[in-house]
């Protein structure tokens, strides 16, 4: 019985290329001379320390960017709150989202259990397994899936005929 697994996967060496052209810029570019920001990855959270709001949104700005150059979604990245850091400084989080959460999945298995499609779904830890009779009825999941307008970037892969 053919199927397929939805994931949503981000790969974190390419997630540290993209910091370390982020360091690598804020180090010549002109507005951030004699500015204390930077960025650090650990596990699955980036820290974000910028001198004021206007340096932070820039280097949102940054992430973006080096995030699309390293081919990487960046809507993987989930934006924690601003707080103060110490002196006039500001800090933020930010998450980068690993697997699908039991709420997105669940909104998923729903959307395509509506949609009346002759595919069963199943929930596996952080992804999904989508098995069907036909092929023609995986893809037309995929595509259902796909028109859903999810931010959170999705991989569809492991598609066994």
């Known amino acids: 019985m053919p199927s ?3 994931v949503s996967k981000t790969d974190v060496a390419e997630v540290d290329n993209a910091l370390a052209g982020i360091t690598r810029e804020i180090g ?6 004699g500015a204390k920001c930077s960025i650090e990855r650990k596990d699955n959270e980036l820290t974000v320390l910028a001198d004021d709001q206007l340096k932070l949104d ?7 960017v080096y995030f699309t150059r390293r081919k990487l979604d960046a809507g993987a990245l ?6 103060k850091a110490s002196g ?37 830890g952080d ?23 999810i931010e959170q970037p999705l991989q569809y892969e492991n598609f066994r005929d």
């Open 88 to 124: 006039n400084t500001v800090r933020q989080v930010i998450v980068v989202k690993q697997g699908l959460d039991q709420e997105l999945a669940k909104k998923i298995v729903r959307g395509i259990k509506d949609s009346k499609m002759k595919v069963q779904v199943a929930i596996q």
């Open 28 to 33: 010549t570019r002109f507005d951030f001379k």
């Open 127 to 149: 992804e999904l397994r989508v098995t069907g009779k036909k092929r023609d009825d995986l893809q037309e999941a995929i595509a259902f899936v796909k028109g859903m307008k």
């Open 4 to 6: 397929f697994d939805i």
């Open 78 to 83: 989930d934006y924690k709150t601003v707080e």
């Open 58 to 64: 820039q280097m949102h700005e940054l992430l973006k």
